[in-house]
């Protein structure tokens, strides 16, 4: 059963980062390269701090 899991998640991992290769590609991005900047202009606390 380990075995089976461990197949599966490196199924889904080399699927994401096939992925992510063809939209760098066809965006024209590079990877590590595609930051933004970017400003916190609100902070809500959701609820109390514990």
């Known amino acids: ?3 089976g899991w461990s197949e599966l998640y ?5 699927a994401l980062v ?3 290769a063809e ?3 066809r ?3 590079q990877p590590g390269k595609n930051w933004r900047q ?3 202009v609100q902070r ?3 609820r ?3």
Do not use: C, H
């Open 1 to 3: 059963m380990i075995a």
């Open 44 to 46: 809500v606390q959701e």
């Open 27 to 29: 965006f024209g991005g």
């Open 38 to 40: 970017w400003v916190v």
């Open 18 to 20: 096939n992925k992510e």
């Open 10 to 14: 490196w199924l889904a991992a080399d």
């Open 48 to 50: 109390p701090r514990t």
């Open 23 to 25: 939209l760098y590609s």
